[in-house]
């Protein structure tokens, strides 16, 4: 079974940039679509970006011109780039396959943005 371990969240003020980065325990080679969601307090959390095998990307409106998924299939890696943060993107932020396999859940990583 895959773990993920995301890690790359922090504190950042508004405007300012972040790069996270979600390791698994095995192969996501086999996977085909790659996520990163989020979970703002007191909201339902959403699927903000996708990538899949073969590098193809799906965005929410939100982040789209912000954010750039990425995914290093050797590596068993997914990477976000966030850039131009908002306050409003201030949330725990998970890797998972798109559609979610619930076993997967990692333990998130933070990121507040505030000045």
């Known amino acids: 079974q895959v773990q993920l371990v995301e890690s790359g969240g922090g504190l950042v003020q508004p405007g300012g940039s972040l790069r996270l980065s979600c390791v698994a325990s095995?192969?996501?080679?086999?996977?085909?679509?790659m996520g990163w969601y989020r979970q703002a307090p007191g909201k339902q959390r959403e699927l903000v970006a996708q990538?899949?095998?073969?590098?193809?990307?799906n965005y929410v409106d939100s982040v789209k011109g912000r954010f750039t998924i990425s995914r290093d299939n050797a590596k068993n890696t997914v990477y976000l780039q966030m850039n131009s943060l908002k306050p409003e993107d201030t949330a725990v932020y998970y890797c998972?396959?798109?559609?979610?396999?619930?076993?997967?859940w990692g333990p998130g990583t933070q990121v507040t943005v505030s000045s």
């Open positions: 998972n396959p798109v559609p979610i396999i619930r076993a997967f």
């Open positions: 095995g192969s996501i080679f086999s996977i085909s679509t």
């Open positions: 990538v899949t095998r073969g590098g193809t990307t």
